[in-house]
């Protein structure tokens, strides 16, 4: 089946410009996450949904970050007044359910955002 | 708060030999342990789990995994490398309770022919 599918693959924005990042989780997943890995380092945890709900969005950096799945499937990333500091690999991923050790995350791809 | 530690960011081994790629964890309560392996323009792919349930946990493409809860480590191994196994390598933990991953700054491991 497919995997979890994130548009665009890249994206280049303008210092200041407002960006959404895409990320289509596998079809029947409740929980999205969303990580951000910068040049050099390992992902870095962003929020997570259950449902339509963000459960935990402890890890956004400020109030410029936003993250919206209002059917409980599609999830869109919001960044307003990009800085050339948000540059990084936005990754997403998905999970059957929540909770135990059988919960496995699944990756996609990531966009490639470059603040120029 | 939990971290993980890779030591190496580099890793050069030749082809047929051991790989040892090395995960420390800092967490009084032993979390669960996972490897993921990330080829060139794709996504993260898991590699093992640890869950509790067996401390020499196996994995795909021939690795494995031990957990040494006295170490608290959780080190990768494969006892011959093959050309296809070059990529990068994050180790990652998760709380009980809580569903964030929280990954090392990854090692990258090149196999010489």
């Known amino acids: 089946g497919a995997g979890v599918s994130q548009t665009p693959s890249n994206k280049v924005t303008e210092k200041g410009k407002y960006v959404e990042l895409r990320c289509d989780p596998i079809?029947?997943?409740?929980?999205l996450y969303w990580y951000r890995q910068s040049l050099g380092q390992g992902p870095e945890f962003l929020i997570y949904?259950?449902?339509?709900?963000?459960?935990?969005d402890s890890g956004l950096p400020n109030d410029r970050f936003f993250a919206v799945r209002p059917e409980g499937s599609v999830s869109t990333l919001k960044i307003q007044r990009t800085e050339r500091g948000d540059s990084a690999v936005y990754l997403c991923?998905?999970?059957?359910?929540?909770?135990?050790?059988?919960?496995?995350?699944?990756f996609g791809p990531g966009t490639r955002l470059t603040v120029l | 708060a939990q971290s993980v530690t890779q030591l190496g960011s580099h890793v050069s081994v030749s082809e047929g030999a051991l790989v040892l790629l090395r995960c420390n964890y800092s967490?009084?309560?032993?979390?669960?342990l996972f490897w993921y392996v990330q080829y060139p323009n794709q996504g993260l792919q898991l590699l093992l789990k640890?869950?509790?349930?067996?401390?020499l946990v196996k994995g795909i493409n021939g690795f494995e995994a031990e957990f040494k809860k006295s170490e608290t480590s959780f080190h990768l191994t494969k006892p011959s490398a093959h050309m296809s196994d070059a990529a990068e390598y994050f180790c990652?933990?998760?709380?009980?309770?809580?569903?964030?991953?929280?990954f090392g700054t990854g090692t990258r491991l090149t196999i010489i022919p």
């Open positions: 991923a998905s999970s059957l359910s929540v909770g135990g050790a059988l919960n496995e995350q699944f």
């Open positions: 079809s029947g997943h409740t929980a």
């Open positions: 949904f259950q449902g339509t709900g963000a459960a935990d």
């Open positions: 967490s009084s309560v032993p979390p669960y």
């Open positions: 640890y869950t509790s349930a067996a401390t």
């Open positions: 990652a933990v998760r709380k009980f309770g809580n569903e964030k991953l929280t």
